[in-house]
Structures are given as C-alpha cells and as structure tokens.
C-alpha cells in the first residue's frame, strides 16, 4: 500500500513530535528558565508536529526555513565527533558531555526532524509560497524575546554571541546574527519552492500541459 499523508502512521508521528515538544518545553524552562521555551529548535519541533496533524504544509515550511540550515551543520560536527571522537566546531560537544536521558533524547530530534519534515511537505505538497512570511516574524519576535528574558550565559539561539566558538564584534553581531537568519530563510524558501516535488501547484500545471498538447 502506497504510504500517503492520510496513513494513521503520520498522525502517531505528528502526537509524537508534538509531545517530545512539549518535553522540550519543560526541559528548557527547568535549565534556563522562561526563556528556555523559545529555543528555535523546540518551537519547530512542535509546530511541525502541529502542521503535520492538520496536514499544513505553510507551517512546516515556516519551521524548516529557521532549522534547515543549522541542522545540516549540527549533523554534520554531530557525525563527526560520534565517528572520529574529535571536535569539528564545537557545536554538538554538549551532546557527549554526561547530561540527564531527557535532554539527550530531545537533542537526538536534530537527526530525524528534517527528513520527516520534508518528506511530510513531500506527501502534503505546498500551496503558498508565502511561508518566508512567518519565518521573519517568528524569528524576530524571538530575537526581542530572548534578549529581554535572558543573558548571555543562557544565549538561547545564540542572540547573544556567537554559538560557533569565534569572536564577532557585540557592537555588529545583531546585524549578523538577523543578516545570517534571513539569508538562511530565502535560501531555504528558494529551494522548497523551487523543487518540483514539494509544490502542488507545479505538478498540476505539468499534468494540465501534458494533456493538453497529447490531444
């Protein structure tokens, strides 16, 4: 049977991933307090989980704007340090430090949210372009959010200072750290838009001038 967006297999994984954002939720308020909820990674763990079970592709989207780019680089030194057992840039190194099974198992989502994100857009396919829209917003709201419930020891999304390990002037790092999400945003954007497979409306033009010239 072919697997479909409609399957109750997508729907358990939609609970699941609402519900490991909500422990998330939890675990971030209890480590760095209220500002501890507005992690990128949370929020997108559970609004996808969200856009899967009411099959909305623009929310998904919006999420995967925000996470895509990052959650290569987190694979990527992640893999690196499991295989080689040496440091990339430092930024998975938490990971393998001795830490609570919570966090652990809310981390691992960097690995399987992604892939399951885009092969939901896949099976859902989007129908606006227009989910840039809410990743700027959510973005910024946040960046306001962060800097005025936290500091720079907590430095959730790294508005504080820069999460790589390398010094950037504080007095230009906003601009950076806002030029860095937005180019993120339209590179994501441009892809998903841009890929046949993820977008309904192209894959019916194709279909309507197909049939058109085979009469």
């Not at 409609?6 to 609970?15: E, H, R």
Request: aromatic share 20%; net charge positive; charged share 10%.
């Amino acid at each position: 049977m072919r697997f479909k967006i409609g399957n109750t297999a997508w729907t358990l994984i939609g609970f699941f991933l609402v519900f490991l954002g909500i422990l998330a939720f939890y675990n971030g308020f209890n480590s760095v307090g209220l500002s501890g909820i507005l992690w990128f990674s949370y929020t997108a763990l559970f609004l996808i989980g969200i856009g899967i079970l009411t099959r909305n592709s623009y929310l998904i989207a919006s999420q995967l704007n925000i996470i895509l780019i990052p959650y290569i680089f987190w694979n990527i030194d992640f893999f690196y340090v499991l295989l080689t057992g040496n440091t990339l840039w430092g930024v998975t190194n938490y990971f393998f430090q001795p830490r609570p099974f919570l966090a652990q198992l809310i981390s691992m989502q960097h690995v399987f949210i992604v892939p399951l994100a885009l092969l939901a857009i896949y099976f859902i396919k989007l129908k606006r372009k227009d989910f840039w829209k809410l990743s700027i917003i959510q973005v910024a709201v946040f960046f306001f959010l962060v800097r005025f419930l936290s500091n720079v020891e907590g430095n959730v999304n790294c508005v504080f200072e820069n999460c790589l390990g390398f010094y950037i002037n504080p007095m230009i790092y906003p601009i950076l750290w806002f030029l860095a999400y937005f180019v993120m945003i339209a590179l994501t954007t441009f892809l998903m838009t841009n890929v046949k497979v993820f977008n309904k409306t192209k894959i019916n033009q194709k279909l309507i001038r197909d049939k058109c010239l085979s009469n």
